[in-house]
Nanobody, 123 residues
């Protein structure tokens, strides 16, 4: 079965950085686009970033563009989210997910999800 396990969350002050990791198992990892999402308290889960199966292309929500960077290592079945210049509004639970098809942002287009890792940014 597919398992996605996020790590790297924590508490940081505004302006700081964090690097999230998501380790995948139970799937042919290099075949799939992957994405990061987040959910703040009282809000719906929203798209953050996605990366193509090869790592050649990526997509970002406007709110994180220029501050976050998604990458992947297919040899390690892992994707990463480097987060810099963090703001209080970046606080939330961050999830990685496996896409059903390329270049999608909607929650419903992602088949499998991790359990999430908490990111808290204090101002």
């Amino acid at each position: 079965q597919v398992q996605l396990v996020e790590s790297g969350g924590g508490s940081v002050q505004a302006g700081g950085s964090l690097r999230l990791s998501c380790s995948a198992s139970g799937l042919t990892f290099p075949l799939y686009d992957m994405g990061w999402f987040r959910q703040a308290p009282g809000k719906e889960r929203e798209f953050v970033a996605a990366i193509s199966w090869s790592g050649a292309t990526s997509d970002y929500a406007d709110s994180v563009k220029g501050r976050f960077a998604i990458s992947r290592d297919n040899a390690k079945n892992t994707i990463y989210l480097q987060m810099s210049s963090l703001k209080a509004e970046d606080t939330g639970v961050y999830y990685c997910a496996q896409a059903n098809r390329p270049r999608v942002r909607a929650n419903g287009e992602y088949a499998y999800w991790g359990q999430g890792t908490q990111v808290t940014v204090s101002s």
